[in-house]
């Protein structure tokens, strides 16, 4: 008895938390993303499970930024600025536009992501009925921090 109890308490503290889970999956989800600034990925969670992915790049059928170079790098246009001049759309708009085309809900859900949604996601977000929001890597957008706070979204930044 006492030796399954030690294995059982060994197996856990090799096992990653849920938040670290949910960080390790959104890491491999960047890895899809074809921008050339910043691989980001995203994804929905509802009671431990996964509703849905996202990562940055073009919309479907269009040609990448790793294909035909980065506006946002031609024009000089600065991190956190100015979004609308990108072909890409964000990894959380793509985890949102996601659940949507395959009917699934988001309401009362938690978004893991590997950075902090910028001010256009988070008015999407908000609108979606996201309550949570765990993220790693700060951006540069006070507006979003304080329309999430505003809106009573909670913000977890997660260590590496």
């Known amino acids: 008895m006492s030796f399954e109890l030690k294995e059982e308490e060994r197996l856990e503290s090799c096992r990653p938390s849920w938040d670290a889970y949910f960080m390790a999956i959104c890491d491999l989800v960047a890895t899809r993303s074809t921008c050339l600034r910043r691989q980001v990925g995203a994804i929905l969670v509802k009671d431990k499970r996964i509703l849905s992915t996202g990562y940055n790049g073009a919309p479907s059928g269009l040609k990448h930024c790793l294909d035909i ?39 009362g859900s938690v978004l893991y992501c590997t ?6 996601c988070t008015k999407m977000l908000i609108n979606a009925g996201i309550r949570k929001i765990y993220y790693r890597e700060g951006y540069p957008d006070e507006l979003s921090k304080d329309m999430l706070c505003e809106a009573g979204i909670e913000l977890v930044r997660l260590n590496s």
Do not use: F, K, M, T
């Not at 979004?83 to 759309?89: F, V």
């Open 69 to 107: 170079g980065c506006l946002r790098e031609q024009l000089n246009i600065p991190s956190g600025v100015r979004h609308e001049l990108c072909r890409a759309l964000h990894a959380e708009q793509n985890c949102l536009i996601q659940a949507a085309y395959h009917g699934v809900s988001v309401a």
């Open 115 to 120: 950075n902090l949604p910028c001010v256009i």
